[in-house]
């Protein structure tokens, strides 16, 4: 993670919300063991045994993210009928999608993300009593992938000017800036969804990146039943 001495202005006249922090851990493939998945190949029609190997890679890299952004079974079906024009049944891929993370789970051990690499980032909401009435805030929040470490803040709105906001204040919070990011396809940040992973981005984020010196990578598209878990963690 790198010092930054830099400064950029920003007035804000919201509260501020810390979460502390918690202790790391990368999922990481343990090869030998890739031989258990492949016994389970046997069980499955031609067609499913084609996606397999995909639906494994999906998954592992799961493991590597927030629970939010992993697949359902659900997300999974729909990727491989629209991308890879998958025949077979949704109920039989999520049989498939359950026996294999629980199998996964068992083959892959703990390691660490490198420190200082890679901070996630998405908006929770959550409604509080303010003088009396209620209010509902959006939580900028902000997780280091390695130490799991998290900053959040909130804001009265979701608008760009909240959404730089945070990260002036998460930085400062932190010390310091990693060296990626990962953003769902927010519009404060994101102008126009290209080709694959490629991205249109809004004027102020690519300046926000270069003040900070830090690269954004985006995930791929998802429904929005997706989002929930930070903002059901944010309402409890």
């Known amino acids: 993670m790198r010092k930054h001495t830099g400064h950029l202005i920003l007035q804000n ?3 501020e919300i810390w ?9 990481n493939w343990k090869l030998p063991q890739k031989k258990l998945l492949n016994k389970l190949y046997e069980e499955y029609s031609d067609e499913t045994k084609r996606v397999l190997p995909i639906i ?3 998954l592992e890299d799961d493991l590597k993210r927030w629970g939010k952004q992993r697949h359902t079974a659900a997300r999974i079906y729909r990727r491989l009928v629209d991308e890879y024009d998958f025949k077979g ?3 039989n891929i999520r049989k498939v999608v359950a026996k294999r993370k629980k199998k996964l789970q068992e083959v892959f051990i703990p390691l660490d993300f490198q420190l200082g690499h890679q901070f996630q980032f998405d908006w929770g909401e959550a409604d509080i009593i303010l003088q009396g009435r209620t209010q509902r805030i959006y939580l900028f929040c902000m997780q280091l992938s390695a130490s799991r470490m998290r ?3 909130a804001y009265l709105h979701e608008k760009q000017e909240a959404f730089l906001d945070g990260f002036v204040h998460a930085f400062e919070f932190f010390g310091g800036v990693p060296t990626e990011g990962v953003f769902d396809n927010l519009k404060t940040a994101v102008v126009k969804i290209l080709q694959g992973r490629d991205r249109l981005e809004q004027d102020a984020f690519l300046a926000l990146q270069a003040h900070y010196l830090f690269k ?11 989002k929930d878990e930070w903002k059901g963690r944010s309402d409890t």
């Open 216 to 226: 954004a990578e985006f995930c791929n598209i998802r429904s929005g039943n997706e």
């Open 89 to 91: 049944s949704e109920s």
């Open 13 to 15: 006249r919201d509260l």
């Open 151 to 153: 900053f959040v803040r």
């Open 56 to 58: 494994d890679q999906w």
């Open 19 to 27: 979460i502390e922090a918690f202790l790391v851990v990368r999922i």
